[in-house]
């Protein structure tokens, strides 16, 4: 039976915390990598860009003693020469480990339904967990301790606030997501965290979300395949932007966090995420780390038969 990570709510506390030990005593110790991949080939479906994430997987697997595949999701026709279930029954006849970015989240639940293996989230439209370990494990390297800080993310409500949703509640911290009003993080994801036990707050009031947090977290206002919606939605988010004047109000010892890529002048000035209390070039170095890590406790996890998983074409 294979585990996948579509979302970090697939992993448990226990889990969250395996990767993040993992990753930073690899991080540390790099000669100590488990080569769980050795011999296996690994592949990376992308139907949008990546400059962090299929760099970030392509050296996990390396690290793991694989070889990776980047494809891109128009080269293989996903949905249109061939059905989402054939092409990952077909990667899995030669692969260990598929992951995927891809622009309809349903796609990587067939995905992952048709086969043996386990099958990662690179980005959907509703989740970005291997960016939240990776965060995570920024804030734990910072800070200590994760359990009782406070995570303000303040933005569009989308895929990455979404999964640091998940993350939050799995590692004990506070978050509050503060969106303009038609932005908010669903409901229905705020409160899946809440059942984790998470301490979740989703708001519209900008100023009393950012007092006191120990994190401030921003996303681009436009996601990748809404740019149609760019002017509406830099109308929409005016007011949003973190500058210097918002991270005043967040504690003395706030970070800064973004997932990149950044937009200077619109979600974030360039006075905060070239400043001295950001780390997105942290955030962006740990993507391999927590992503090795979380391929190892995936692949460690999983005992897969050589024949993918047979059964109807969707
Ligand atoms: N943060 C992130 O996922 O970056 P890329 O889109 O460049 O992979
Ligand atoms: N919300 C952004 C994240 C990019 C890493 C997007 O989906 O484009």
Not at 154 to 161: K, M, S, T
Not at 162 to 175: I, R, V, Y
Not at 186 to 207: F, Y
Request: glycine share 8%.
């Amino acid at each position: 039976m294979s585990r996948c990570c579509l979302e970090v709510d697939d992993l448990t506390p226990h889990d969250v915390g395996t990767v993040l030990d993992h990753a930073l005593e690899w991080k540390r110790e790099p000669a100590s990598v488990p080569s769980l991949l050795e011999g296996s080939g690994a592949v990376g479906l992308f139907e949008k860009p990546s400059a962090r994430t299929r760099i970030a997987f392509e050296l996990a697997v390396v690290g793991l003693g694989g070889h990776p595949m980047y494809v891109r999701g128009d080269e293989v026709g996903l949905g249109v020469r061939e059905s989402p279930a054939d092409v990952a029954r077909t990667f899995a006849s030669y692969c260990s480990v598929l992951a995927a970015r891809v622009f309809d989240h349903d796609v990587l639940q067939v995905m992952a339904d048709a086969v043996d293996r386990p099958v990662v989230n690179l980005l959907s439209d509703r989740a970005h967990p291997t960016q939240a370990l990776a965060d995570m494990l920024t804030l734990r390297e910072h800070f200590g301790v994760l359990e009782g800080r406070h995570l303000t993310f303040v933005g569009d409500g989308n895929n990455v606030a979404a999964s640091l949703a998940f993350a939050a509640a799995l590692c004990g911290l506070e978050f509050t997501v503060a969106s303009p009003p038609g932005y908010e993080l669903d409901e229905d994801v705020a409160e899946r965290a809440r059942n984790l036990g998470g301490a979740i707050e989703v708001t519209t009031d900008l100023h009393e979300a950012v007092r006191g947090t120990d994190a401030l977290y921003t996303d681009v206002w436009t996601s990748m395949g809404q740019e149609d919606e760019s002017a509406q939605r830099r109308q929409a988010f005016e007011g949003f932007t973190v500058d210097d004047a918002l991270l005043a109000l967040a504690s003395d010892d706030a970070v800064f966090l973004h997932c990149l890529p950044a937009h200077r002048g619109e979600e974030v000035s360039a006075s905060v995420i070239d400043g001295e209390r950001s780390l997105v070039w942290k955030q962006a170095a740990n993507r391999m780390h927590s992503l090795r890590a979380l391929l190892a406790l995936l692949l460690e996890s999983t005992v897969t038969s050589n024949v993918p998983t047979t059964g109807e074409v969707p």
